[in-house]
């Protein structure tokens, strides 16, 4: 079984960034709060896996639940000192957005330290990281395109099933609803805007741990790529969560397989403007698709082309 | 000899004259018309690129000089732009023409990029509009960095420079002087310009479309109009920033113009010293350059010091952050608030109350 290791880098890259758009979705629809932090989280993500390999050892893949459990603490970070009494407080959506970019930077200096520290006391190369050298493979394809899909399958399904099945998924739902409403029907709003930044923080660290496997780790890695997270959110619609995974997908593989195709019937010199691809798709969106692939009526067309068959 | 201190200032006065105009810019943007504007860096970046990409060709031509792709290729890149010094320095009038073409040229691409952007900030509204904003600054720092004919991709191209003949008379420092007091000086015309706009019925309109967009279309203004008008006349005066500051640094790089320098630190500036408050701008940029640049002087006693393990210059980055996050919590008016400007005084005010409740009362 010999998949191309375009394709499979390809639904790797696409694989965490779902995960990521749909951290960027799920604090969007909970808390208002565009997080301009996912970049920087993400970034926490890959340097706690690369800590974790170069300093202890074992299989990147190990440390992956490191990886979710340090990015929730960053999300839990935020809310509870700056989101949260911001939120109580009633903020602008932009005022929102600023305070998360203030602790976006605030977490890139720290990676930077972090970097210089891992640089001048272990002797390590943390600003030129790639963690593909130590993946390995699974029946002829990279560990890391099955070990983020199915992680990425598997956690959007836990999601589905908590959201759907349990009682406080339910309050968490009521509370993105309408949050007044919930409020008075006696759910505590906090600990679901908490939960939030537990997951999305969580996810972004986990996503840009993920992400590491095919790009060239540095401390930059996370604001390179922000653009394409906002990009596959905004193409999921930005207010329902299962939009931000797929348009994460939409994105990842057109950014992988789209540009591979163009590189083909165009030339290689198209490969420098890979950046482009997600702006391209984020206009495109924004233009004719204002409500995103979430917003297309798709039951009705469904039922539309069903009953054409009929008749 | 000339003393450190003195060009230390110089540099300062230089940062906090270019930064000035850029968060000004951004001010009138963010602060009066309430557009959040993440994407400051796509103006400054277009009017840098207007003078290192077409003015600087546009003088190669009528000297005679190659002015296509060979102009930025940096094997005949640096020897052209020698050659058009060695002309520029003896003639005064094509200096200033030249300096004076450059910033038209800023200028107006900056209001073209103005007028592009706000084709979607019509239809969007806050953290989609934030967004979008924030990627197009991103798309031409991706065209430049990899299309070389536009401004040397990778290498930075050279600029001709329109002060020569002061640095062939006087030599270098004094160049630099001329060049800090001359951004300074643009920064406090465009504090003055801004300062009448904003104190104009077209301001009043813009705090309008801040504070209420629907009492301002109640009141006849066009949003649509109001919002255009708005993104060119800023991303015209950072474009202009852009244009000094290539000029300045007589180098023009795509890798110059960074999302966090030229988007976000504006930002902080400008959330210093008060959104919607130009006085505010000039105190929030005195301190955060005053800071960056101390740290940047002793960025080597603050390591040995303190034992650091690490490069004092990611302190610059803490400090921004931190500043961002405490200011939006504990002071989101910034230092020097916005004054409200009431058209009708609180002494008429009150008068009118008093007449209506004395009318109810009988």
Redesign the interface.
């Known amino acids: 079984m010999a998949v191309s290791p375009i394709i499979a880098d390809g639904i790797t890259f696409a694989s965490a960034l779902a995960l990521l758009a749909f951290g960027i979705t799920l604090l969007?629809v909970c808390t208002r709060t565009?997080n301009f932090a996912h970049a920087s989280m993400a970034t926490w993500g890959l340097y706690v896996m690369y800590t974790g390999v170069e300093l202890f050892g074992g299989s990147p893949y190990q440390y992956l639940p490191l990886a979710f459990l340090f990015g929730a603490l960053l999300g839990v970070i935020c809310y509870v000192?700056?989101n949260g009494?911001?939120l109580r407080r009633g903020?602008?959506?932009?005022?929102l957005?600023?305070?998360t970019?203030?602790?976006?930077?605030?977490?890139?200096?720290?990676i930077?330290?972090?970097c210089?520290?891992l640089t001048?006391?272990y002797k390590l190369y943390p600003r030129m990281v790639t963690m593909s050298k130590y993946d390995f493979e699974i029946f002829g394809v990279r560990a890391a395109t099955i070990v983020s899909l199915a992680s990425t399958i598997g956690i959007l399904i836990a999601l589905h099933l908590f959201l759907h099945k349990t009682r406080f998924g339910v309050a968490v739902r009521a509370t993105i609803e309408n949050p007044p409403l919930a409020n008075i029907i006696g759910i505590n709003s906090e600990i679901v805007y908490m939960t939030s930044w537990i997951i999305g923080g969580g996810l972004a660290s986990l996503g840009g741990a993920m992400i590491s496997m095919v790009l060239t780790g540095n401390p930059v890695m996370g604001?390179l790529i922000v653009?394409s997270m906002?990009?596959a959110s905004?193409l999921g619609g930005?207010f329902s969560i299962y939009g931000g995974a797929l348009g994460g997908y939409v994105v990842g593989l057109a950014e992988y397989m789209g540009l591979y195709a163009l590189k083909l019937s165009v030339g290689p010199w198209i490969l420098?403007?890979r950046?482009?691809i997600?702006?391209i798709i984020?206009?495109v969106t924004?233009?004719f698709l204002?409500q995103g692939l979430a917003g297309i009526p798709w039951a009705s067309i469904i039922e539309k082309f069903k009953g054409g068959e009929k008749r | 000899m000339i003393p450190p201190i003195v060009s230390l200032i110089l540099s300062i006065i230089m940062e906090c004259g270019l930064f000035t105009i850029v968060t000004l810019s951004l001010n009138l943007e963010v602060g009066f018309t309430g557009l959040p504007q993440f994407g400051r860096v796509l103006a400054v970046e277009v009017g840098a690129f207007a003078v290192g990409g077409v003015a600087a060709r546009i003088l190669a031509y009528m000297l005679g000089f190659s002015a296509g792709a060979k102009y930025a290729n940096y094997n005949y890149n640096y020897r052209i732009v020698d050659a058009i010094e060695a002309v520029l320095a003896k003639n005064v009038a094509l200096c200033v023409g030249y300096f004076i073409l450059a910033l038209v040229l800023a200028a107006l691409s900056g209001a073209f990029i103005g007028w592009l952007t706000s084709r979607p900030a019509i239809r969007l509204r806050e953290a989609y509009l934030g967004i979008s904003l924030l990627a197009w600054g991103d798309v031409l720092m991706w065209v430049a960095r990899n299309w070389w004919p536009l401004v040397g991709g990778t290498n930075a191209v050279h600029v001709p420079d329109p002060l020569s003949p002061i640095s062939e008379t006087f030599g270098g420092f004094y160049r630099f002087m001329v060049m800090s007091f001359l951004i300074f000086g643009f920064a406090i015309l465009t504090y003055i310009y801004l300062e009448r706009i904003t104190k104009s019925p077209f301001g009043r309109a813009l705090k309008m479309h801040r504070d209420c967009e629907l009492a301002a279309s109640v009141y006849g203004v066009d949003l649509v109009k109001l919002r255009t008008k708005c993104l060119v006349i800023g991303s015209a005066i950072a474009a202009i920033a852009g244009a000094l500051y290539v000029i300045y640094s007589c180098t023009c790089s795509a890798y110059t113009f960074s999302r966090v320098t030229w988007t976000f630190w504006p930002w902080a500036y400008m959330m210093l010293g008060g959104t919607g408050s130009n006085a505010g701008v000039f105190v929030g940029v005195f301190i955060f350059i005053i800071i960056r640049t101390l740290i940047n002087i002793y960025k080597v006693d603050i390591a040995e010091l303190f034992h650091l393990p690490f490069d004092p210059i990611w302190l610059e980055y803490t400090l921004v952050g931190l500043a961002l996050i405490l200011i939006v919590l504990f002071k989101p008016h910034g230092l020097i608030p916005e004054k409200s400007e009431p058209i009708v005084s609180r002494k008429k005010i009150q008068e009118i109350i008093g007449e209506t409740s004395g009318k109810k009362g009988k």
């Open positions: 969007y565009f000192f700056i009494p911001l903020a602008s959506e932009v005022t957005m600023m305070s970019l203030g602790y976006d930077i605030l977490l890139l200096s720290l930077q330290i972090y210089d520290y001048r006391v604001s653009v906002f990009a905004i930005l420098m403007y950046p482009v997600p702006l984020m206009a924004l233009l204002p």
